[in-house]
């Protein structure tokens, strides 16, 4: 997250004129963003979950008659903190409100906007990383055979759905596909990951039932639904644009109901589902690492700490010396 701050020159000598150019924290917000996107190279999704987070600051700050970024304290910045803890913000969003705090700062001080860096002090929550929610292989079934009809939407879900159990790819990645990422004769997709700047690929395969859902959504359902027939991207709504983040969000919650499942099931559950089942399978922890795209493997050994707690318990359940 903090990678573009390694060019920060902070000995380098600011006259006093230019801190006074930027003042108005929204005015700063955006030319914050305006770095990330034309200087960092960040990715819209990173940015835009900076700007949340930041304009969350800046609200808070107005409320408390302070508009101008030079005049806020630790107190202030403190303060702020405590509101999200009494506000039952978990630990980790409290944890990216301060990596985007300081973050903002650190650009602050690299242009001369201000002279001291108040975020200094804030501490990061210690986060109690949970295990994922992860559906059991028969319900990932149900959710899969939901969309079962031969109308050029239902192909498309059924061959979102399979697809993203078959890869784990995210849904920004999903959605973002396009048709020359994707190789149907020998059954895997290119998917491309991380910022403009540090851009990387990945080869994950797929199996038959992904192959068999996204042949009859080519030939029956895609030709419909776009108009352009230059259109390079490989899923698209029904008004022939890209599927957004939040319709593919919508689509399968209304799959998930009507498989009768309770669990409040996201995009990202079907990719933990699809990590944790490889692995209780026997699947090498490193494969499933360079699949999702994991750049340290502590954060895929989450599932096999899974697999291992499953055992643990039905060791205890059911060994007699127990």
């Not at 990678?3 to 917000?29: G, S």
Request: hydrophobic fraction near 40%.
């Amino acid at each position: 997250m903090f990678a573009f701050l390694a060019d920060c020159d902070y000995n380098k000598t600011y006259q006093p004129e230019t801190r006074e150019i930027f003042k108005d924290m929204e005015q700063v917000i955006n030319s914050f963003i305006s770095y990330l996107h034309n200087t960092k190279k960040t990715s819209d999704n990173t940015a835009m979950s900076y700007r949340r987070d930041l304009n969350k600051v800046n609200l808070y700050m107005r409320q408390q008659g302070i508009a101008n970024v030079s005049d806020i304290t630790v107190t202030n910045l403190n303060s702020y903190i405590l509101f999200l803890e009494k506000n039952k913000f978990s630990a980790a969003t409290i944890s990216r409100n301060i990596s985007s705090i300081k973050a903002f700062y650190y650009y602050m001080m690299k242009e001369g906007m201000i002279a001291v860096d108040v975020s200094d002090v804030l501490k990061a929550p210690r986060i109690e990383r949970k295990a994922p929610d992860v559906l059991s292989t028969s319900e990932v079934i149900r959710l899969l055979e939901q969309p079962a009809g031969a109308t050029p939407k239902e192909l498309r879900d059924k061959a979102m759905l399979e697809l993203l159990y078959a890869t784990g790819i995210r849904v920004t990645e999903l959605v973002s596909l396009k048709m020359t990422d994707l190789n149907l004769q020998m059954g895997y997709i290119i998917c491309s990951y991380g910022s403009k700047s540090t851009g990387k690929e990945r080869i994950i395969p797929f199996g038959s039932a992904a192959r068999t859902a996204i042949l009859k959504y080519l030939s029956g359902g895609r030709e419909q639904m776009i108009e352009n027939p230059e259109n390079e991207i490989l899923f698209v709504n029904c008004q022939g644009q890209p599927m957004s983040r939040q319709g593919f969000w919508k689509l399968i919650k209304f799959y998930a109901k009507k498989a009768g499942i309770s669990a409040d099931i996201t995009p990202h559950t079907l990719r933990h589902s699809f990590a944790a089942h490889l692995i209780e399978n026997g699947a090498d922890l490193q494969i499933v690492q360079e699949m999702l795209g994991h750049s340290d493997i502590s954060t895929t050994q989450i599932y096999a700490n899974m697999q291992h707690n499953r055992m643990r318990d039905m060791y205890a359940k059911a060994h007699p010396r127990r």
